[in-house]
């Protein structure tokens, strides 16, 4: 039998549903789990183990009473420690904020709860999802499962970490610049970017208004979907919830992809980042497999890739300052040095820079959706390389190792799986993109081709 803490969400969920396996054993396992490997991994800033217990009984007597509430009932999910929690500190991973107990749930969280889910814990981020991984903060960085030694990726760190590692079925992420995709490229799960709008920021610390977004991460792409079926719920006290019918984001996962037309941006990872040649090869890899499954693939051309960065990082980091000015004036040294000074950056980008990246925004947009007219997905790697050291994604080094800020700066979804491992045995990761609202969509290809290129038997040997 399949160790309960490596199910995925769709197996434990028919378990459960059938009354074959219990939330209270399954929860158990995972808490065991995380106290006999976490204290190497740094996942994990609060295990919520008598609460989650206690979810977990409760779950269970619902479930006896034929009262099964859905595919995340007695599931186990971790939070990115930027979600509040009503009575439970939520701390950005900073010493800014580590006793800061917010008096009610993130919107997210409380759906999650509705649904029946049980929280296991919070999760490490870089502080306050940008700062990198930092060992001047009151908790150390979390580590990549495959390797130690290495970045995990971020900002999302710890619940990339804690999902490849099988300290919880599923998490949830944020991605401002790349922050769910990151940790999904170099941990070796799926990590979907929803469309902007798609589901809530509120009750989650902010770092950039118009480019925030939250969404799940999942060993597969299926259980994104099923996580979606939760998560995407307008909120009319988010200003940026989009207002649209609910959907159902698994009824197209296993049907054929045949006639999908599919676009390589092929001058990103060819022309403007030099990519490692194992990312590449793996992209050709995913290239063939969608032709076998029907699909036409042919070269799609957008801005290049720097267009992208610049627009999105004058935005990010004008948009954070203007959250963060007043700390860093009165408290700059509760901050870690990544974070502060990345921060403070914002102080000196001028309002005719930030009008004119939003004008230049607009631009990318529109050529995006003219593009788009002649495809239903777009493809490239998420990852230029697999991971690095530990601590070469805080940016301070100069290197940029991911293609994720298209689409923050798109709002279209992307979602990024794992599709083959290099000869050291890395995951290496395909970024798959689509139009707002066809979220589905990307998670249908995803899903195929994590079928079809069979790397979700692989799970780090830790």
């Known amino acids: 039998m399949t160790d309960l803490h490596f199910l995925t969400i769709s197996q434990a969920s028919a378990q459960i549903k059938a009354r074959k396996l219990s939330p209270v054993e399954l929860t158990r396992a995972f808490l065991s789990r995380i106290q006999r490997l976490d204290g190497k991994l740094n996942s994990h800033l609060l295990v919520l183990e008598e609460q989650a217990m206690a979810d977990a009984v409760r779950a269970e007597a619902e479930i006896a ?86 970045d995990p990726s971020g900002s999302s760190s710890g619940s990339g970490v804690a999902v490849a590692a099988g300290l919880c079925m599923g998490a949830m992420g944020s991605d401002t610049g790349g922050s769910i995709r990151g940790p999904a490229a170099w941990c070796g799960i799926a990590g979907l970017k929803p469309t902007y709008g798609l589901l809530s920021r509120r009750g989650i610390l902010p770092l950039s208004f118009s480019l925030d977004h939250a969404g799940p991460m999942c060993w597969t792409s299926e259980d994104c979907a099923l996580m979606m079926q939760v998560l995407a719920c307008h909120d009319p006290l988010d200003p940026g919830s989009a207002t649209i019918p609910a959907f159902d984001y698994t009824a197209n996962l296993g049907k054929s992809l045949a006639g999908l037309r599919v676009g390589v941006v092929r001058h990103f990872f060819e022309r403007d980042l030099r990519t490692d040649p194992e990312t590449i090869a793996a992209v050709e890899t995913s290239v063939a497999a969608l032709r076998d499954l029907g699909a036409v693939v042919s070269e799609a051309h957008l801005s290049p890739f720097g267009a992208y960065t610049d627009c999105g990082s004058l935005i990010a980091r004008s948009e954070a300052y203007s959250i963060h000015q007043h700390w860093l004036r009165t408290s700059p040294e ?18 005719a820079d930030y009008i004119n990246a939003q004008r230049e925004r607009t631009r990318l947009v529109a050529q995006f959706a003219a593009t788009m007219r002649n495809f239903d997905v777009v493809i490239f790697p998420t990852a230029r390389c697999p991971a690095r050291p530990l601590g070469e994604d805080s940016m301070a080094s100069g290197f940029q190792p991911f293609f994720n800020r298209a689409f923050n700066v798109l709002g279209s979804p992307a979602l990024s799986i794992c599709n083959g491992f290099s000869l050291k045995g890395l995951p290496l990761s395909l970024q798959i993109g689509g139009r707002p609202f066809e979220d589905a969509l990307v998670l249908q290809v995803g899903d195929a081709l994590e079928k079809a290129l069979g790397t979700r038997t692989r799970r780090p040997a830790f």
């Open 65 to 150: 009473r034929g009262g099964w509430k859905g595919p995340l009932h007695g599931i186990p999910v971790g939070l990115k420690d930027i979600y509040n929690t009503a009575d439970i500190r939520t701390t950005g991973h900073s010493a800014l904020f580590k006793d800061h107990i917010p008096t009610e749930d993130a919107f997210t969280v409380g759906l999650l709860r509705r649904a029946g889910a049980v929280i296991t814990g919070k999760l490490a981020t870089w502080e306050f999802a940008i700062g990198g991984a930092s060992f001047d903060l009151p908790w150390p960085p979390a580590r990549n499962p495959w390797d130690v030694s290495l």
């Open 334 to 351: 509760l901050y870690g040095s990544f974070a502060r000074h990345r921060l403070m950056a914002g102080a000196f980008i001028s309002a």
